[in-house]
């Protein structure tokens, strides 16, 4: 009992240092993807809808960083984000996507109504290049630099506040 | 008006608060005629505080959208009892609710104790003093509850939905007695050390206090694991989040406090233990309330993160908490030890216990502190889930189980007589459990086996202190023990076998599908919209059948508009031997089918009948000894007569 006794106050004091450490330094809930700075899996996609051509992964790796966008035409957050997708394409980013279990025709009416951003579109019928990007829903966003490496992962829709964040990742992938 | 009413009640209190603390430390010199003043103090304190929460509620009860706190928490179109329990569903309020009850706790302290000397009285009381001044300090400098909007918004912003349930108007109070409870022993425990007066008279002092707010933990603990288990659909009972280890780690701590506490009442001994363990309680009660609500760890249950309030608290938690380890290492040297004890004696086994629980406590303060350390050190971000406290603190429950076996039927001091006889209802019973397992399922986890073994050779051995006494004439607080510590092996087998045996199915289905999960064949025959009072949904009918008769269950998926969330009402259909619980997901809109998840959990419901249980066997302790003192005054005023 003779130092012992001082040992619950000195864990304690290391404990009231954490929380004073955690007070001082405002808390930042974002979680890096793991899947940044690892290079794509190989796919190949036909296409989505007739008269567009597919995505493979060979067409990321073409020397300019681009983005690729996961999105369904049923899912309803993906009609939320299209405004904004096409405000990007205006704003000069490529964009490319991956149809998530969807119909041609269904996906065609999708872009008629909120309109069509992207260059290339790969059916993806059954998630299978969606899991293996490591993508968890609808939609999601990757930003590939030129030589096909995921530099962002973007979950959930991009809304506006979002843009800055996504050019600037464009920027960096440069 | 009442709003400000309440806030002048809380104005007053704390004066009185600072008041009682300056009398107090001043009553070591005045002899008797500061006590009585200072009851007085006490009382008028208590009173002011419950003042204030009453005008709280009763501008939750009116919806006045006027007082800020209202208008962020409450609706004009919720239920009353919502309205009600609004009060507390709130930073703001809830910590009103821990005040008012702190307040009241410290004014019954003052009138009604009696074991101890006015010394340690009075320190124990300025100890409450302080205790109360910090929280009404940091209520009214950083949390007002009573704050007015100008101009008052037209309609409220509404309750968390989550928290919209019967339950929640009982569950935070419960744990708050608890909770608040325990700040009684820190206080008694602060007292004895500042006048060295640390003996069984502290001890039967401090009981009370203990096993009530003991008593009223398990009770919280258990409704919340059961709320969690309906409310959130997820389907366990028990996900280790921070909020749920704060409520766990004062719990743990007043369990080891309960059993030392009875050395120091029986025998004076384990005195250092029992005074760490009654500063460790309530600290974990303030650590717990504190950090969770503070922000500062990240948890499901989290209120808004306010760096001013973080740093209010992290100042009066370093203040209080410090400052009584401090006490506690200046002056438990001078604290004199009880009578010595044998390793194989009542002692012993209590030793092993606090040492269990102490360790376990341990465990779950590292787990639920580890994802801050690490940041704090390396700036690595990560959580620590169900695996790390599973493999860690379910060994050591079980082997804290299998001590339960033998301890409460050993003597004080010195066990000479063989212990064997003594233990083996409970190990034939359990071994034969165990072998049958095997066959029964071949396939289940060690752990799982383990815990279906001790806990059913817990059952008798739990009641074998009963065994060869007069049974009527067996004191209540025995009769206690034996339900509590059976109420334990309940829960063990209950939660034992829902790891062993749940099944789980999560699929899609349309309506007059059917799914089959463990021994029930579930129809799904529709689903069709339903309204309630500030909520709309869709509710499926589905019959489960598992042979003969047919059960209906409607679980929901609910849509509020005020804030707008979703949750899922699961529908649970009891049987004797388990639970069959369903979960309404979203529909898949390129399919048209319907998420189902559905879970058969065998004897899942012996895990809160066991905390029940456990709860009832310290509800009977404390009568039994209430009874007794009662008694024996009685006894000795007629002597005096």
């Given amino acids: 009992m003779s130092r012992a006794r001082f040992l619950p106050l000195i864990i304690f004091g290391l404990l009231v240092a954490a929380g004073v450490w955690r007070l001082a330094t405002p808390k930042d809930d974002r979680v890096a993807s793991q899947l940044e700075g690892q290079k794509l899996p190989v796919f190949a996609l ?17 020397g300019t960083p681009r983005l690729v966008n996961i999105f369904a035409s049923w899912c309803v957050p993906c009609a939320a984000e299209a405004p904004v997708l096409m405000q990007l394409k205006r704003q000069g980013v490529p964009i490319d996507a991956i149809a998530i279990r969807d119909k041609p025709e269904d996906v065609a009416a999708f872009l008629a109504q909120y309109g069509d951003p992207f260059t290339r579109i790969g059916g993806d019928q059954r998630s299978q290049v969606q899991i293996a990007l490591g993508s968890s829903g609808v939609p999601e966003s990757f ?16 809304m506006e506040q979002d843009v800055p964040g996504i050019l600037q990742a464009m920027e960096e992938a440069r | 008006m009442i709003a400000e009413a309440g806030l002048a009640a809380l104005w007053l209190a704390a004066a009185l608060a600072a008041l009682q603390l300056a009398l107090a430390l001043g009553a070591g010199g005045a002899g008797g005629r500061a006590m009585g003043t200072i009851r007085a103090v006490a009382i008028a304190q208590g009173v002011l505080t ?31 009892l919502y309205k009600f329990a609004g009060a507390w569903g709130n930073h703001e309020g809830s910590m009103l609710l821990w005040v008012t009850v702190l307040a009241i706790a410290g004014a019954v302290v003052a009138v009604f104790e009696r074991h101890l000397d006015e010394r340690t009285l009075s320190a124990s009381l300025a100890a409450q003093a302080a205790l109360a001044l910090g929280f009404f300090a940091f209520l009214l400098f950083a949390s007002n509850p009573f704050e007015r909007l100008n101009p008052a918004p037209l309609a409220g912003r509404g309750l968390n939905p989550l928290l919209q349930d019967p339950g929640l108007a009982f569950h935070p109070p419960t744990l708050y007695l608890g909770y608040v409870g325990l700040s009684v022993a820190f206080s008694l425990a ?11 008279a502290l001890a039967r002092a401090m009981r009370p206090w203990v096993l009530g707010a003991w008593i009223l933990l398990t009770l919280g603990i258990t409704a919340g694991s059961y709320w969690a288990y309906y409310e959130l659909g997820w389907g366990g009972w028990w996900f280790w989040d921070p909020v749920e280890n704060a409520s766990l780690m004062p719990w743990l701590a007043a369990t080891a406090l309960l059993h030392s506490l009875n050395v120091l009442a029986a025998r004076g001994g384990l005195r250092a233990w029992t005074m760490m363990l009654a500063l460790v309680a309530f600290s974990m009660s303030m650590v717990g309330t504190f950090l969770v609500r503070s ?50 004696s009542r002692e012993g086994a209590l030793v092993a216990n606090n040492l269990f629980l102490s360790v376990i406590l341990g465990i779950v303060l590292i787990g639920t502190l580890y994802p801050l350390i690490a940041e704090a050190a390396t700036g690595e ?3 620590v889930g169900p695996p790390y406290f599973n493999a860690t603190a379910g060994p050591l429950a079980l082997i804290l ?54 806990g059913i050779g817990l059952i008798p051995a739990s009641l074998a202190p009963l065994a060869g006494r007069a049974l009527r004439r067996t004191p209540l607080a025995i009769w206690g023990m034996c339900l509590a510590h059976l109420g ?45 009072p500030n909520w709309t949904a869709l509710e499926a009918e589905m019959r489960a059948s598992k042979g003969s008769g047919v059960n209906v269950l409607k679980p929901q998926s609910r849509f509020f508009t005020e804030p707008v969330t979703t949750t899922n009402e699961a529908a649970i259909e009891t049987d004797w031997n388990g639970q069959l619980y369903a979960v309404l997901g979203a529909q898949d809109v390129a399919t048209g089918r319907w998420q189902v998840r559905l879970w058969w959990k065998p004897f899942v419901t012996l895990i809160w009948l066991g905390g029940a249980l456990i709860a009832l066997g310290g509800l009977l302790a404390l009568i039994g000894r209430w009874w007794r003192a009662f008694r024996a005054r009685r006894r000795f005023v007629e002597a005096e007569w």
């Fill in chain 2, 190 to 200: 602060v007292g004895a050390l500042v006048t060295r007066e640390v003996g069984p």
């Fill in chain 1, 46 to 62: 036909p296409p989505a809808l007739p008269g567009k051509p597919g995505l493979t992964s060979a067409d990321l790796a073409t």
């Fill in chain 1, 143 to 158: 930003v590939v630099d030129g030589k096909g490496v995921i530099r962002a992962q973007h979950i959930g829709p991009i």
């Fill in chain 2, 401 to 454: 189980a299998a001590l339960m076996m033998i301890g409460p039927q050993l003597r004080w001091r010195r066990d000479r007589s063989a212990v064997l006889p003594r233990l083996a209802p409970g190990v034939v019973i359990g071994i034969a459990a165990l072998v049958a397992t095997i066959p029964i399922a071949p396939s289940i986890g060690l752990l799982p086996r383990l815990g279906l073994a001790l």
């Fill in chain 2, 50 to 80: 419950l003042t204030a929460f009453a005008a709280l509620i009763a501008v939750f009860l009116r919806t006045d959208l006027s007082v800020l706190l209202v208008a962020e928490n409450s609706h004009a179109a919720k239920p009353w």
């Fill in chain 2, 381 to 383: 971000k990560l959580s």
């Fill in chain 2, 488 to 532: 334990v092996a309940v829960a063990l087998v209950g939660m034992a076998s829902d790891s062993a045996f749940t099944r789980e199915k999560l699929t899609t289905a349309v309506p007059g599908e059917q799914v089959e999960v463990g021994p029930w064949i579930v129809e799904l025959r529709s689903i069709r919209p339903v309204a309630g």
């Fill in chain 2, 295 to 344: 922000g500062i760890l990240t948890s499901v249950h989290a209120f808004a993160v306010d760096p001013t309030r973080g740093s209010f608290i992290l100042a009066l938690l370093t203040l209080y908490i410090g400052a009584a380890l401090a006490l506690f290492a200046l002056r438990i040297a001078t604290v004199k030890e009880g009578a010595p004890f044998d390793p194989l």
